[in-house]
């Protein structure tokens, strides 16, 4: 079958059920009448209608949009597969150049305030291939996209420890409810869901896993709710007005831009209008012919807040390239549930047996770094009383998935990342110029320490700016407020599976 010029499928090697089937094959138009016609499908393989009385018409094939690929059962992509046209640099570029026309015209209040989202996976990406340190790569792409037009450049770290409180605040809250459950059902164990392709896979083909999923939104997506919602109140316009833009690790991000729970409905606009990869962004420094080595730094980089304004150093959160939610997520409920105070960079150096505690205990499951184990002891009586869990790869969703509907996951928390070493190996992230495995091994593994190195890690509770958005934003209530719920929680819809309607296999 003829999938659109923007789609892509390619190297399937990390796929569960790399189906071929789609739900928009053809564009079949409806006639209004019952004349009979069938489909058959030429040598070329192209597609005709054919009428009762032998007459073919050729049939068009049908554009597949961002919200087909979510709502489609028949195929399970990973991040480094879908290649998708809508949402690309050049879309970023188009926006501009009609600002930049727009302004010579003397039209400058029909303009787009352009703002963009940086991840520290990204940044971690470019400043392995450009070997300088990540402040220096934060400083230089806020440059060189000011110099373009860009109106304010955001670092996702701070969405992310937005997200990080209220993913603990949710956990406690599930961990309490659980507790006062008799048998049967149970509000645990509660699986991290930051990871888009974790989600498309979980709604496609395991919908009964749903309920076990957190509600926080992905830092990607909480930072467009600030933008969209926040941020626009205080500069006083309309959230259509903002073309918001995020610079991150993976294509299936751009599907979860694209999901309609992330879309205004008055205003017509999405929280996240256009995602950019760490390739692309790369290929673009190439064709504007600004490379990232030669860019000058800008003194400061920008702050929705002055309480975060110094410009000197980046948020840092303990844990790996998925988020950190495993390390904060223990660390806020082993305080709040049992008066246990372990911080999450001790949580994480024991993750990565650097170093031992005398209540946690840390292990690989068969040896396999990409799913470990992290179990938090009672002081009195040394017994378990949390369990948490890394399970990134496909190939360990599958395990996770048969032991959770079979009743036998003793987890009380999963972080979850459908690629193998989480976000560092993101499929748009940049690439070793050796493509053997063994360099790409060694090329994410250093992506992944720059990412964790830091000469200090902060709590996402430390962070006076968030502080500040919180109470300036959802008012004396805070994250308790329905305005919170509403900003920061999204949901999941499971997709049933729909027969091929030609009934050819692929």
């Not at 554009?63 to 970023?92: F, K, P, R």
């Not at 059902?185 to 919908?207: D, F, M, N, R």
Request: proline share 4%; net charge negative.
């Amino acid at each position: 079958m003829s999938f659109s010029g923007g789609l892509r499928l390619t190297d399937l090697n990390d796929y569960i059920t790399p189906g071929q089937e789609c739900i928009k094959p053809v564009e079949v138009k409806k006639t209004g009448q019952a004349n009979g016609s069938q489909i058959k499908v030429g040598q070329s393989g192209d597609y005709y209608e054919v009428t009762k009385d032998g007459e073919e018409t050729k049939l068009e094939a049908a554009s597949i949009t961002l919200n087909d690929c979510l709502a489609c059962s028949g195929c399970v992509t990973s991040a480094e597969t879908v290649l998708i046209t809508m949402q690309s640099h050049h879309e970023l570029l188009s926006v501009l150049e009609e600002n930049r026309r727009l302004r010579s015209t003397g039209e400058s209040s029909k303009c787009k305030r352009v703002v963009v989202t940086i991840s520290p996976q990204v940044r971690a990406s470019l400043a392995l291939k450009h070997q300088m340190p990540t402040l220096s790569v934060a400083k230089r792409m806020t440059a060189v996209l000011k110099t373009m037009g860009v109106d304010h450049v955001f670092d996702s770290a701070f969405s992310r420890d937005l997200t990080l409180i209220e993913s603990a605040r949710e956990f406690v809250e599930r961990f309490r409810k659980s507790e006062g459950q008799a048998g049967g059902e149970t509000s645990l164990p509660v699986l991290a869901s930051w990871c888009p392709g974790w989600v498309c896979y979980a709604e496609k083909t395991h919908a009964e896993v749903l309920p076990w999923m957190s509600t926080t939104r992905s830092p990607q997506q909480a930072m467009g709710v600030v933008v969209k919602d926040y941020l626009a109140k205080k500069l006083d316009t309309a959230p259509d007005r903002i073309y918001h833009v995020a610079v991150m690790m993976c294509y299936d991000k751009k599907l979860e831009a694209s999901r309609d729970d992330f879309y205004n409905d008055i205003y017509k606009t999405r929280d996240v209008d256009c995602v950019v990869t760490t390739g692309e962004f790369d290929r673009m420094l190439s064709e504007i012919e600004t490379p990232l080595d030669s860019a000058s730094e800008v003194e400061q980089l920008d702050s929705l807040f002055k309480a975060d304004a110094s410009g000197e150093r980046l948020r840092s959160s303990a844990g790996s390239s998925a988020g950190g939610g495993l390390e904060f997520v223990m660390s806020y409920a082993a305080r709040v549930l049992f008066g246990i105070d372990v911080r999450p960079d001790i949580i994480a150096a024991v993750g990565r047996g650097e170093t031992q505690h005398p209540l946690l205990q840390a292990k690989a499951v068969r040896n396999q770094s990409d799913h470990r184990e992290i179990t938090l002891l009672n002081p009195a009586t040394q017994q378990p009383v949390l369990r948490f869990a890394t399970v990134y790869g496909f190939r360990h969703l599958q395990n996770l998935v048969r032991k959770l509907k079979s009743g036998r996951l003793a987890y009380h928390y999963v972080e979850v990342a459908a690629c193998p070493s989480a976000c560092s190996n993101g499929g748009g992230q940049l690439q070793p110029a050796d493509p053997s495995p063994a360099a790409k091994k060694q090329w994410v593994a250093e992506t992944e320490h720059i990412y964790t190195s830091s000469e200090q890690t902060q709590s996402p509770e430390e962070n006076l700016a968030l502080g500040e958005l919180i109470r300036d934003w959802f008012g004396e209530s805070g994250l308790d407020s329905e305005a919170a719920k509403r900003a920061l929680h999204t949901q999941f819809h499971g997709v049933v599976a729909k027969a091929n309607p030609l009934g050819v296999s692929w």
